[in-house]
């Protein structure tokens, strides 16, 4: 226990990490499992204050109405159609191909958080 006192830095720093690595999961297996397909925004779902396209698009003869994995901070009219990724049979959400590419602040925070962590655990007397 003594450990976690004093090492939460690292501990903060190692969960972070492995929820940012999630997230670039998320994206890499969207990209290769998913199906590129043109979505209609519909609506938006207003979770946490942050709004979640709602795509309604047809695959494979059947209609479907599904939200967005990631909210938007700058949402687009709805009617406005977008390439988006759809996993066959995952109805959770869809992922839009703006989204997919890995963003700059990722990679920033797993440095930060990478020399956070070393700080603590080698530099602390």
């Known amino acids: 226990m003594t450990f976690l006192k004093e090492h939460y830095l690292s501990v903060f720093s190692i969960l972070a990490i492995v929820f940012i690595c999630k997230v670039i999961y998320t994206q890499f297996k969207f990209k290769k499992k998913g199906k590129q397909i043109d979505a209609e925004i519909i609506g938006y779902n207003n979770g946490s204050n942050n709004p979640f396209a709602v795509y309604k698009f047809t695959y494979e003869g ?5 939200d967005a994995h990631f909210a938007d901070k700058k949402p687009a009219p ?3 159609v977008e390439k988006i990724y759809y996993i066959p049979g995952n109805k959770q959400g869809v992922m839009r191909e703006r989204d997919l590419s890995i963003k700059l602040w990722q990679i920033g925070c797993i440095v930060a958080f990478a020399a956070l962590m ?3 655990l080698f530099l602390r007397k």
């Open 62 to 66: 059947e209609e479907l109405k599904i």
């Open 118 to 120: 070393a700080a603590d």
């Open 78 to 80: 709805v009617g406005t």
